[in-house]
């Protein structure tokens, strides 16, 4: 591997694209771009001027045999992305992969098969596993601080269709495979793993579409997800906003504790307001204040970390905080849902990544 890794990228008019190319300009000293595959039909209406010049493919077959990169950045709809993912796993290359990574968990099934058996480096988008917020309440559910976990509530609203248009391909059912469940509760979901550190084992839920656009995959919808603990976590969202606007958060309850989480990614609202135990006079009160990111690109300084992380992981073959288990995991859930809605009924199951479970007190 040269001194900069040098990094392939393929889809340019990704939605992210532009964000995390920004984010790599954080680590020009040890990451460079050096071709790009722009696939969506050849379009590069967000490529920056100062990539125009690199070699230029058409097919990623075509970028596998040119073959003078370490690694490549994937950012593919759901119907592309499981084969050059697998094509370049079987070339020797090291993958990020934007999330979801595939539109069903039989396809995660297909990546994992073909990472596994290359040993390559393999991360995924999901960047909320590297943010502050969110490691301080894993730490907490870890350390036993909850004391015995009773629910987790999270809520994640953004956007309608409208925004982007029902002609999108994220609203089309072939290319994407689902709708907000895929695209955007896949984070959540993800994540409820990395921060319980238990598998979910019952699977209720509804999903639709709520708001004015005719799509062809959900705006959104509901879940109640039973832990292997005996708490319960439910999630609630959608593209449900008349304008580009987000709102997110979690609520975490335990017999010890309880905590709230203002996810507001870029504002003042990054806080943790933790209510605890009344032993004597005084109630256990706290408001912690994350630190403001104001890190250029996708992700902020989240996403930085996801980069270095996988850097690591293709120079010493650890593994990464995402792994391809932890990708297929969260696939797995999201089938589920859909399994639940379309029948009506509970879906029993185990679903969670091995190495994102954690010895949880009280559970």
């Not at 890794?5 to 954080?26: K, M, Q, T, Y």
């Not at 020797?92 to 069903?104: D, T, V």
């Not at 449900?240 to 003042?268: C, F, M, N, Q, Y």
Request: with cysteine; net charge negative; charged share 20%.
């Amino acid at each position: 591997m040269s001194q900069r890794f040098r990094l392939a990228w393929i889809g340019v008019d990704h939605p992210h694209g532009s964000a995390w190319r920004e984010l790599l300009a954080n680590l020009a000293e040890q990451i460079e771009i050096v071709a790009i595959a722009p696939r969506y039909d050849g379009q590069t209406h967000s490529l920056e001027e100062r990539f125009t010049n690199l070699p230029r493919f058409e097919q990623v077959a075509d970028l596998i045999a040119f073959g003078e990169f370490d690694g490549a950045m994937v950012c593919l709809p759901n119907n592309e992305s499981p084969a050059a993912i697998i094509a370049l796993a079987e070339a020797g290359k090291h993958i990020l992969a934007e999330k979801p990574g595939a539109g069903s968990a039989a396809d995660a099934w297909r990546i994992e098969d073909a990472v596994s058996q290359a040993g390559v480096a393999f991360q995924s988008g999901y960047l909320w596993r590297y943010d502050e917020g969110a490691n301080r309440l894993r730490n907490m559910v870890g350390e036993g601080r909850f004391g015995k976990l009773i629910n987790v509530e999270m809520s994640f609203v953004t956007s309608d269709a409208n925004r982007r248009g029902e002609k999108h391909y994220l609203f089309d059912a072939e290319t994407s495979g689902g709708g907000f469940f895929n695209w955007l509760a896949c984070h959540y979901l993800d994540l409820l793993f990395y921060i319980t550190g238990q598998r979910v084992v019952g699977v209720t839920a509804r999903s639709g579409v709520y708001g004015d656009s005719p799509l062809d995959v959900e705006d959104g919808g509901c879940a109640i997800l039973e832990l292997e603990g005996g708490a319960l976590a439910t999630f609630v969202g959608g593209y449900w906003l008349p304008r580009w606007a987000g709102e997110a958060s979690w609520t975490i309850r335990g017999t010890g504790r309880w905590v709230h989480w203002r996810k507001d990614h870029a504002g003042p609202g990054r806080v943790l307001e933790i209510h605890g135990p009344q032993p004597q006079w005084f109630a256990m009160e706290d408001l912690h204040k994350l630190p403001l990111d104001d890190t250029p690109g996708y992700g902020g300084a989240s996403g930085v970390a996801l980069v270095n992380d996988w850097l690591h992981a293709a120079r010493t073959g650890a593994e990464c905080r995402n792994t391809v288990r932890s990708m297929r995991a969260a696939l797995e859930l999201i089938d589920a849902i859909y399994t639940s809605s379309r029948t009506g009924r509970r879906v029993d199951c185990s679903i969670g990544a091995d190495h994102d479970l954690l010895n949880v007190s009280g559970a």
